[in-house]
């Protein structure tokens, strides 16, 4: 099995930053897509940034946030600059993880974390 943690959530004001973090344990063998979707209230969840293991991303909120990831560490990193209150929605956190050499990669999700942006 493998556990995936959030931290960094919390409130923010307009035009605030916040560095959410997520770290991944348990039975790894490799990790190889990372990501950040978010779910707001009566939306479905989207995508908001995906990392691979090499660095390379996509991202859904150009300009504003940053995806980064320590494959040492196994964690991925979402920085979140110039917020907005449409913004405001449960961030969680996605991996790719395969527990041996042998065997397919399984999807992963954290718990949440939630981001409020208000005044």
């Known amino acids: 099995q493998v556990q995936l943690v959030e931290s960094g959530g919390g409130l923010v004001q307009p035009g605030g930053s916040l560095r959410l973090s997520c770290a991944a344990s348990?039975?790894?063998?490799?990790?190889?897509?990372m990501g950040w979707y978010r779910q707001a209230p009566g939306k479905q969840r989207e995508l908001v940034a995906r990392?691979?293991?090499?660095?390379n991303y996509t991202d859904s909120v150009k300009g504003r946030y940053t995806i980064s990831r320590d494959n040492a560490k196994n964690t991925v990193d979402l920085q979140m600059n110039s917020l907005k209150p449409e913004d405001t929605a449960v961030y969680y956190c996605?991996?790719?993880?395969?527990?041996?050499?042998?065997?397919?990669?399984?999807?992963?999700w954290g718990q949440g974390t939630q981001v409020t942006v208000s005044s």
């Open positions: 990392i691979s293991r090499d660095g």
């Open positions: 996605n991996a790719a993880v395969s527990s041996s050499s042998s065997s397919p990669p399984y999807n992963y």
């Open positions: 348990g039975s790894i063998f490799r990790i190889y897509a």
